[in-house]
């Protein structure tokens, strides 16, 4: 037996003695609104209690059989694996049932333990961290898949701590409880969002989401490269289409509506009530929006105005998404000849479809507009970017996508010739430097979102003095786990409080003003 296997069949039989000795039936869900290291009691949100529910009928289902499952699958699929790697390098080996049944059993079944023996979200996160190298034996992009399933059902720690005050930030009408978000690219097609939003992230951010389905690039697409803290990645907009992703969003503003309805009272925010219609809403969900890749470049725009008839009512901010390098031809899409009028088109069905929920429904919703960029642009290219961007009346900008361009230790690289975008730490001051440049042009005018290299509570500091009211990660949280997300919120309020600032919207651009300051 490998150590993985050891590791594996460890969890496995503590969670069938646990389930032995503790009665976890559906009545047996009791939430506790007590928090006694973080603060006053406070209402789990919706989400929360929509996860935790998912958590506990896995985990009933599937722990009780674990053992017998487990344990000849994985052996298995890490033999193949073994096989499949001297082959090509990152491959898939790892068979899709033993992982999705063995991590899930082990990690669902230690969960439920917690979730009755102990509120303590530390806890939780602690267990994840542990189970968060299981992973690595499988593939990139298997454990991707893995990862967002397990999601799916609601295999997560649940953050019941509140934020601290410092971290919150308003912005288009939008409340965040925290500025970290998860950028695109993780949860594709709407299918663990809801699990992320209970980790304690701001707001998740969905997608790439394309009109028609279609299945990306081909296979293998994603390679890391650990040693840098870094992928590649040339998925290439694999997407099941707007129709699965729209479904799930609906389905989950109803179920987050009726659970709200379950509740005396909504959640105290700061010593305030929050109104129901934001509580129901939970954390902001943005919906990224890219084009089909046989869409001819002429007719792009018809693809991000669908996006915005079929996703726009459900959606708390959409992304136009322009410059991914998976994608032959989208980063044109960027200059001058092309970004101003697609920006239209875009903003133009955005504003008739406000007109026609309101029609219908009698409620506002005009959801804000965000313009995603690449961190390879020149400056010229940056100057006619903002200027088309802010002419056309863009709500925001998120800087930036991955780089096609790559750094000599990353060229050095088993993998560092693999085409596609890279992402991680070797991202992290080029893309703060476009951000910086951004937000000179626009003067601090319209919210900017930091993305690329994020790794620490630090780097989303950095990201915020340099302009960025909200900051997103990706890869640092594909490896480090859900851990990851605290630690940086704690990290990131420590930063402001040793600066001096009582909050983030403090510290916005503060690289820009004369002392920092």
Known sequence: MTPAEVGYVAVVLFCKKVLATKKFSS????????????????????????????????????????????????????????????????SSGLPRFAALIGTAAASAGAYAFLLDDTQSSAAQFKLFEYLAPTMRVMDPETAHNVGIELLAKGVAPMETRPDHPSLAVDAWGLRFTNPLGLAAGFDKDAKAFPALESMGFGFVEIGSVTPKPQPGNPKPRVFRLREHGAVINRYGFNSEGHGPARTRLEAYRANVRATQAEFDTTPVVDGERVPSRLAMRGAPVGVNLGKNKLTPEAAAADDYVLGVQSMGHTADYIVVNISSPNTPGLRNLQSKAHLKGLLGKVLKSRDDLAVKLKKESGHSHKPPVLLKIAPDLTDSDIKDVVHAATSCGVDGIIVSNTTIARPDEIKSHVSGGEAGGLSGKP?????????????????????????????????????IRAGAS?????????????????????ELARCLREDGYGSVRDAIGADHRKGGR
């Open 470 to 490: 909200l900051v997103q990660m990706y890869t640092a949280f594909a490896y480090a786990g859900p851990a990851l997300v605290p630690e940086m919120k704690e």
């Open 427 to 463: 991202l992290l001051d080029k893309s703060t430097a476009v951000l910086s440049r951004v937000y000179a042009l626009t003067g601090g005018k319209i919210p900017l979102v930091g993305c690329g290299g994020v790794a620490s509570g630090r780097d989303a500091y950095a990201k």
């Open 27 to 90: 009545n047996h869900l009791q939430i506790k609104t007590q928090s006694p290291s973080h603060g006053p009691p406070r209402m789990m949100s919706p989400t929360a209690v929509l996860a935790r529910r998912g958590a506990r009928a896995l985990a009933a289902g599937l722990t009780q059989r674990a053992s017998a499952r487990v344990v000849a699958p994985f052996r298995r699929g890490l033999a193949s694996q073994a096989a499949d790697a001297n082959a090509t390098n990152q």
